[in-house]
């Protein structure tokens, strides 16, 4: 079992539309939650990253935790095709303890 | 601005050849990863350093790559010999950790063994 899991998609949403992207993790210990985003050919970048239970926004983006439940999800409203990426989602322990990367959900957004 | 950066940024090599990729971490941070990332495997942790002192390694092949810091402004990644599997796109992270974990990538180095 891989430590973090994303479908690979591609998910597929109309313009203006919000986007669901999930992630689950298998080590009940992990502590810090981040949402990266990858253009085709390019590094990842961050998008958010969220320590406790329960959603934190900031602009189109919200990412919620579930401790309990082990998921992590972002959700981006009024998605527009700029937002066409493939999202990683990573979760680690404090201190720098090894990051572990999902494989990426690609999003499509169809204008 | 402030970024990491990495050299070279394209590398063709023959297989069995050595190959050093190179990169800068953002000033004052103290925390460097080095990744890997391949279509079938995406991204994977090679290794990462705080202080300059290497943490864990153990997503490395051991036998051909090694990763030191020889100074708080350059890591280096070396392979050798390089194989054909070796080809990827390898990237250097660096972070601080008072600054909330986050790390910041580097462009990449696109790595490509004949």
């Known amino acids: 079992q891989k430590e973090v899991e994303q479908n690979s998609g591609p998910l597929s949403v109309p313009e203006g539309a919000i986007a669901s992207l999930n992630c689950t993790y298998s080590?009940?210990?992990?502590?810090?939650f981040f949402w990266y985003r990858q253009y085709s050919g390019k590094s990842p970048e961050l998008i958010m990253f969220?320590?406790?239970?329960g959603d934190k926004e900031d602009g189109r983006f919200t990412a919620q935790l579930n401790k309990a439940s082990q998921y992590v999800s972002l959700l981006i409203r009024d998605s527009q095709p700029s937002d066409s990426a493939t999202y990683l989602c990573?979760?680690?322990?404090?201190?720098?303890?090894?990051?572990?990367f999902g494989s990426g959900t690609k999003l499509n957004v169809k204008p | 601005d402030a970024r990491v950066t990495q050299t070279p940024r394209h590398k063709v090599t023959e297989m069995g050849q050595e190959v050093t990729m190179r990169c800068q971490p953002i000033?004052?941070?103290?925390?460097v990863f080095w990744y890997r990332q391949t279509m079938m495997q995406g991204l994977e942790l090679l290794a990462y350093?705080?202080?300059?002192?290497?943490?864990?390694d153990s997503g490395m092949p051991k036998d051909r790559f090694s990763a030191e810091m020889p100074d708080a402004t350059l890591a280096t990644l070396k392979i050798q010999p390089s194989e054909p599997r070796d080809s990827a796109v390898y990237f250097c992270?660096?972070?601080?950790?008072?600054?909330?974990?986050?790390?910041?990538f580097g462009p990449g180095t696109r790595l490509l063994v004949l």
């Open positions: 992270a660096s972070g601080l950790p008072s600054n909330g974990e986050t790390q910041y």
């Open positions: 080590d009940r210990g992990s502590q810090s």
């Open positions: 969220i320590y406790s239970n």
């Open positions: 990573a979760v680690t322990m404090n201190n720098f303890n090894k990051f572990y």
């Open positions: 000033l004052g941070h103290n925390t």
């Open positions: 350093f705080r202080n300059r002192a290497p943490l864990d």
